[in-house]
């Protein structure tokens, strides 16, 4: 009787000296020097270590005290309480490996791209660090059944055929989310960008991991699957800059004088705001076409989209300026000849 009260009294002495043990570490080593020793160095990692092992050295020190005090007094119990030890450390392993997963994989996710000059998405680091989260969890959980003697061979097999028909289930979907993450990292466009898609003009409005939505220029809005956008041919009418060149054709009658109507294109083309002047507007004589003389006025606006609103202007200074210089905007004319039957 005397042994087995001397056994719980060593068995608490164990658990208060661990406690106290803990927090001298934690106090003394961890807060006191370890921290202010890693605040004077020039990188954060070894911040973000000492300030992640703080709490589990903590516990941990005080589960091991806990051990050894079950140990002592429940001896029939040793092969579970040793196994419930090593599921305990594998749990705080799993969730060491988290914690310094998400911080790896941020930062090296911005160093790389940093380089390449390449803007990442905060949704797709998000997504890397909730699967690295997913693996470790998985790994952690495999290994606590194998220490468990579970045969995990099985289970693994199990779950390859299920995750196979996920994803067969799911293809279109995850077709969709991987175009989702190529877009992302190759930016063939950014949300605020004219774009040309199959013919048609719009405004990308939001860049997701399943779909890109569109607003047209009619305001509707078009939400276009990543898998399908992926494979398109896309013409960014924003990159690299907002400037754009057009080509607007213009055909006077015949007869008029050519100088002059290239004189009267240039100065509407120089006083119209919006139209650059660097590079320089030109007009050039094309051709000689059915019932006009062809011209096509070359130059560049600062606005993308402001085309429609700078065209109409440059239209009605034509029909304008036009008038006043006495050039004639010819409408298609055909002559007829007809055989007489004698």
Not at 43 to 62: E, K, Q
Not at 71 to 82: A, E, F, N, Q, T
Not at 200 to 209: A, C, H, M, P
């Amino acid at each position: 009787m005397l042994t087995e009260y001397l056994n719980y009294i060593i068995a608490l002495s164990y658990v208060i000296g661990a406690v106290l043990l803990a927090k001298f570490f934690v106090s003394i080593v961890i807060e006191r020097y370890l921290l202010r020793l890693t605040k004077k160095t020039r990188t954060h990692i070894d911040d973000l270590v000492v300030s992640t092992i703080r709490w589990p050295v903590y516990y941990g020190i005080i589960i091991i005290g806990l051990y050894h005090a079950l140990k002592l007094v429940l001896p029939g119990y040793s092969s579970l309480i040793d196994l419930g030890l090593k599921a305990i450390l594998i749990l705080f392993g799993t969730w060491l490996l988290i914690k310094f997963s998400d911080f790896v994989i941020k930062a090296y996710a911005l160093r790389v791209m940093g380089k390449k000059r390449i803007k990442v998405e905060e949704d797709v680091i998000a997504l890397i660090q909730r699967l690295a989260k997913i693996f470790i969890v998985i790994i952690g959980a495999i290994i606590i059944l194998d220490e468990a003697g579970i045969e995990v061979t099985p289970l693994l097999a199990g779950m390859g055929i299920a995750g196979l028909a996920i994803a067969l289930a799911l293809q279109d979907t995850l077709s969709n989310f991987f175009s989702g993450i190529y877009l992302i990292f190759d930016k063939p466009f950014k949300v605020g960008d004219r774009i040309q898609l199959n013919g048609e003009f719009g405004e990308i409005i939001d860049v997701g991991l399943r779909s890109v939505r569109i607003r047209r220029l009619d305001n509707t809005l078009v939400t276009i699957p990543n898998s399908e956008l992926a494979k398109s041919r896309i013409v960014n009418l924003s990159a690299p800059d907002l400037r754009m060149r057009i080509k607007l054709p213009i055909g006077v009658a015949y007869g008029s004088d050519v100088q002059k109507v290239k004189k009267v294109l240039l100065k509407i083309l120089r006083n119209t705001q919006g139209v650059l002047q660097e590079p320089e507007p030109k007009v050039r004589f094309k051709e000689f076409g059915d019932f006009s003389l062809n011209f096509e006025m070359v130059f560049w606006i600062d606005d993308i989209r402001n085309r429609w609103d700078i065209v109409d202007a440059i239209n009605c200074k034509i029909d304008k300026e036009f008038k006043k210089a006495g050039i004639e905007i010819p409408f298609p004319v055909r002559t007829v000849y007809l055989r007489r039957e004698k």
